[in-house]
């Protein structure tokens, strides 16, 4: 069975969101804040962690089910711009930019098809992935300093 772009663009939104805060409102007007940590895709059950209810009573965690959602609201803005990051690549390590693919839909920079760079970090080995590694990790920290 083929996934449509649309969904598939649906879902990466989705896991782009793991790992952040979020808000979630029910159905019946009920409010959780916490962290996503897991999407069941084909039913959108949601796990959050770290959570709390509009009422303020905390919960280690809160497992929703997804025919109760009404809405979910993104908190906090991704850290990790992949163009910018690219762009940063290219003048500081002296990468060709032909050597640098962007897929903006997934927060990805891959670099000589070899090295994949996002907002979790570097994958890859080899003295180019500690130069990438070095400079991904001024990158996140001047844009956290920033934030702050």
């Known amino acids: 069975m083929s996934i449509t772009p649309v969904a598939r663009r649906f879902m990466t939104e989705l896991n782009n969101i793991l790992d952040k805060r979020i808000t979630v409102r029910m159905s019946d007007g009920k409010i959780y804040r916490g962290v996503l940590l897991g999407v069941d895709q084909q039913g959108l059950n ?7 209810d509009e009422k303020g009573i905390r919960y280690h965690r809160v497992f929703i089910s997804g025919s109760r959602l009404s809405e979910i609201l993104v908190e906090e803005l991704p850290i990790f711009d992949p ?6 690549a290219a003048q500081r390590l002296g ?3 032909v050597n640098i693919k962007v897929l ?8 000589l098809d070899r090295y994949k760079i ?5 994958e890859g080995s080899g003295a180019l992935a500690n130069r990438i ?3 991904w990790d001024e990158y996140i920290k ?6 702050a």
């Open 46 to 52: 949601l796990v959050l962690g770290d959570a709390e």
């Open 83 to 88: 163009d910018e990051f690219a762009n940063l």
């Open 95 to 97: 990468i060709n930019p």
């Open 104 to 111: 903006r839909d997934a927060g990805v920079v891959m670099i």
């Open 118 to 122: 996002s907002e979790n970090g570097v």
């Open 133 to 135: 590694y070095d400079l």
């Open 142 to 147: 001047s844009k956290k300093s920033k934030k």
